[in-house]
Every structure is written in C-alpha cells, then in structure tokens.
C-alpha cells in the first residue's frame, strides 16, 4: 500500500509501502482513501508531540475522506460504496495518508451530495475542534464571543459556527485578513497587530466579551484581557492562562466524534459552513504539503490526494 509518513519520530516524511490494511474487526471500517487533511497539528504527530497510539513506520494523518472499501458489520450504519468522512483516534493501525485506512465506525460521517472529497477531508479536525471549542467557551445565542486568530481555517469556522449559534462575533485578524473573517459571519475585526487590542475590545463590548476562544498561538493570556468578569475562555493551543477576575479557562483538544461530525457536514453541505482548499498534493508530494500547511495558506487548507 501506498503511503506518506516517517520511518522515525523527528524524521522526514518520506513515500511508504505499508503492507495492506488488515482485516477489520468489530465496529470499523476501511476507507479507499481518496483525499486526506493536512494540518499543523501532522508536524506535531511527526515530532512526538501528540501521541496518535501508532509507532514508526507510519503514514501520518488523522483526518481523510474516501469511499467506504469495506465494513465489519454490515448491518451497521455505513455500506460499501458510501462516500464518508472521519477523524479517527487513537489509529488501529496506521495514519490515514495513504491509500487505505481503518477507522472506528463511531468516527466516520456521511459525506452528503454535493461536498467534494477534497473540502469533506479538510473539514474534520478544524471543524470539530472549532464546535467543541464553543461549547466548552459555553457560547449562546446573543452573547458576545470574541475570536482570536479568526483568519486560520479553524479560526474561520469557529467564526461561523459561533455566527450560525446566533452570538455576535468580534474577531483579531491582520488587514490581510480582515475581509475573509468578515464573510464568515464577524460582526467586527480589530487588527492584532495593535497592542491593545485587548482593550479596543473591552471597549466596543461594553466592558468584555461574554466568552472568547482563542486560536492564536501563545494568544490565550491576551485574550483573557478581553473578556468581562465572570466570563468563559477556551483555548485550542495549549496555553490556557491562570485564572482571574473570576473568568473560567478551558484547555480544549479536539475528540473524534462521528455524530457531531454528521451534523458539520450537513451544516457544510447546506451552506452554513464554508471550507477553502488551497493546494492539494499526490503522496509523493507529502513533505511539501506539510510545509505548505504549517505556513497557513493564507486562510485555505490543504490536502493529499493518495489518487494522485
């Protein structure tokens, strides 16, 4: 099978042959992969940081899209030839870039008519990371939510989702950025060049935002600065600052989870979510999309497609 991983941990990531997915066991399914997720968070599995349940050599990759190749339980939800979806851990064998990959049943989603292999593999972790980020920032419907680092993919669908939850969206963004977090449903950007921002923030919210997530690395402690007393923060880097003037702090990592995954991708499909793909790469190509990926993108994904 073909693949794209490391043979050590720190190791460059290299063009595999990987024997073929073993047979599956109760509650799995085998994708013929046809597009994978390319992310910041691949470098951090390639250099020991996130431990994926999988030893070198592996393909890395947590998140793809394909066709489902076959199914342990065939009365179960998913069928051969369903077009599907998942984020997938701990891996039950080996990282989803590559040809085939084995993934939990309770991980994977449809991927509905009309959304491409490319956008349903780039969708997973930014999404489902962006929807359990609110939730544990404990956003609702007509309360202020302030976002910083809103023009990253996950930063833009935090950004709609917390629109599509009817809370009104302040978001930090460079000039660059500013018109892209708009369109994803931010009432008003500030630019986080400025120093005071935190406080330009503080001031058009009447005294802070009810809650804020933060997707701007080593941006949780400013951010902070942002919300009201007695408010909610959430971090997805790692950075969660100590607790004050009574603001809880939450330090979120993302969880598979197909149903939540479903509803995403319907969200996707009907045009409340919105995913860019910017680049996408064979397998032999993987090294240079993980480059590009931990570049940024400027706000678009980007993807390898094992198919070529």
Same mark, same amino acid.
């Given at each position: 099978m073909r693949a794209a991983g490391i043979e050590t941990v720190g190791g460059t990531v290299d063009p595999l042959e990987l024997p073929d997915p073993r047979p599956l066991r109760a509650g799995e399914v085998l994708l013929d992969v046809r597009a994978c997720g390319v992310g910041n968070w691949d470098d951090i599995v390639r250099t020991g940081g996130w431990d994926t349940g999988a030893r070198p050599p592996m393909a890395l990759g947590v998140e793809a899209a394909g066709l489902v190749a076959a199914v342990a339980?065939?009365?179960g939800q998913f069928s051969v030839g369903d077009a599907v979806t998942t984020h997938s851990l *701990?891996?039950?064998e080996q990282g989803c870039? $590559?040809?085939g990959f084995i993934a939990a049943a309770e991980h994977v989603a449809a991927v509905p008519a009309g959304v491409s292999f490319d956008v349903a593999a780039a969708l997973p972790v930014p999404a489902l990371t962006a929807a359990q980020a609110l939730d544990a920032a404990g956003v609702l419907a007509g309360q202020t939510v302030?976002?910083?680092g809103a023009s990253g993919v996950t930063g833009r669908l935090i950004?709609?989702?917390a629109a599509v939850r009817g809370a009104r969206v302040v978001a930090t963004a460079s *000039?660059?950025?500013a018109d892209?977090?708009? $369109?994803?449903?931010?009432?008003?950007v500030v630019d986080y060049h400025r120093s005071d921002w935190p406080e330009r923030v503080r001031s058009m919210t009447g005294g802070g935002a009810d809650a804020a997530v933060n997707a701007a690395r080593a941006g949780a402690a400013q951010a902070l600065r942002a919300v009201r007393d007695g408010g909610r923060l959430a971090t997805i880097t790692g950075d969660p600052p100590p607790p004050e003037r009574g603001v809880t702090a939450a330090d979120v990592y993302v969880a598979p989870d197909g149903d939540r995954l479903g509803e995403l991708t319907r969200l996707l499909a009907h045009g409340a979510l919105a995913v860019t793909v910017g680049a996408g790469f064979p397998l032999e190509r993987a090294a240079d999309a993980l480059a590009a990926a931990r570049h940024g993108g400027n706000g678009a994904a980007v993807v390898l497609r094992p198919g070529g």
């Open positions: 339980d065939p009365a *701990p891996l039950r870039w $590559a040809e302030l976002v910083n950004v709609q989702l *000039p660059a950025g892209r977090v708009l $369109a994803a449903g931010a009432a008003e």
